[in-house]
């Protein structure tokens, strides 16, 4: 009797510690157990894209798990943002989301989600510069000069951009703004088409990332004039911020960063974070960043929450006030 007692409330406790187990540290232990899926809101091939690739790459290799990632693109990223929060928040499905996730509850209304609300912020992965660039062949040598240009004629110069509510776009309005001039917005659909009227002078100036911006820059066919991140590109060598034209303190930048659903365990999110700080170290994730002409953005999940709140608040006071509506 004696053993059958003491078997029972082995047996007992054993089964209490199963049950225990997802809510404390081994939740962490036993994650990942199957396939991890990134989604990307924009379309295979582009700078999103291209940086989940190498970043998932290196997370599937620390985590010994498949890293897939699926494109949803449309609505402004709007379709992929809502899949993520349709998800479980258990850390098997994630999202790299850049500006437009910061910038749509502004952007779209009514808001199609709340950031705090309905997403679980991993860790910021990376920065791409802005640029305002013009066709090789324009009157425009500098930043400076354009600005002129600009004063002395409000209104009059065409400013292209991949679309109504991009980061470009939202990125050269900014400028406008600090600068003190008006120029007038030509949305396209896309940066390429974009940056094809601009060599073909039928825009006068441009504003992209610095990936679209730079093979067309080395073929001679595009002059950058100014980075909008706060320090230099390699990729763009020899050309200047914005800060350093004469508008110090001015940065607009394409960033990166990894999300997930609201809810998700602390647990897992730490090994999330962990793991996503370790794959931007690396040198191939490094390489593509540097590629794109960009720079990682190691640090805590606490700076990527920061980051979210005062890029919302500082392009949802823009949206307002310039009556930016989406395409």
């Known amino acids: 009797m004696k053993k059958m007692f003491f078997r029972r409330h ?49 997370m599937s290799t620390l985590l010994g798990q498949p890293v897939i990632v699926e494109n949803k693109p449309g609505a402004g990223t709007n379709i992929a943002v809502k899949a993520l929060i349709a998800s479980p928040p258990d850390g098997y499905t994630l999202m790299l989301a850049a500006n437009a996730l910061a910038v749509n509850p502004a952007l779209f209304q009514p808001a199609p989600y709340d950031l705090e609300r309905d997403l679980t912020p991993v860790s910021l992965v990376g920065r791409v510069p802005v640029v305002a660039a013009v066709r090789e062949g324009s009157e425009f040598k500098t930043l400076p000069q354009l600005v002129a240009a600009a004063k002395a004629k409000p209104d009059t110069l065409g400013v292209a951009t991949p679309g109504n509510g991009s980061t470009p776009h939202l990125a050269i309005e900014l400028f406008q703004h600090t600068a003190g001039v008006s120029m007038r917005h030509v949305p396209y659909k896309g940066g390429a088409q974009a940056l094809t009227d601009a060599v073909g002078g039928h825009v006068d100036v441009v504003a992209v990332n610095a990936l679209e911006a730079a093979p067309l820059a080395k073929g001679g066919k595009l002059r950058v004039l100014a980075l909008m991140s706060p320090e230099r ?15 110090p303190g001015f940065e607009a930048s394409v960033w990166y960063g990894f999300v997930a659903p609201a809810g998700l365990p602390k647990p897992v999110l730490a090994k999330l974070h962990e793991t996503v700080q370790k794959a931007i170290e690396s040198p191939e ?25 005062s890029e919302a608040a500082r392009y949802g006071k823009l949206i307002r006030e310039a009556g930016i509506k989406p395409d």
Not at 21 to 38: L, R, W
Not at 233 to 247: C, D, R
């Open 233 to 247: 590109a390699a990729v763009l060598p020899g050309v200047p911020t914005v800060a350093e034209s004469g508008y």
């Open 10 to 58: 082995l047996l007992a406790a054993t089964g209490l510690l199963a049950i225990g187990m997802p809510f404390g540290a081994s939740a962490a232990d036993a994650y990942p157990s199957k396939p991890i899926k990134i989604i990307v809101g924009y379309s295979a091939g582009g700078a999103v894209d291209l940086i989940a690739r190498s970043v998932g790459q290196r």
């Open 285 to 309: 994730v490094r390489d593509q960043l540097a590629a794109a002409g960009g720079v990682p953005l190691p640090g805590p999940t606490e700076r990527f929450d920061k980051l979210l709140k």
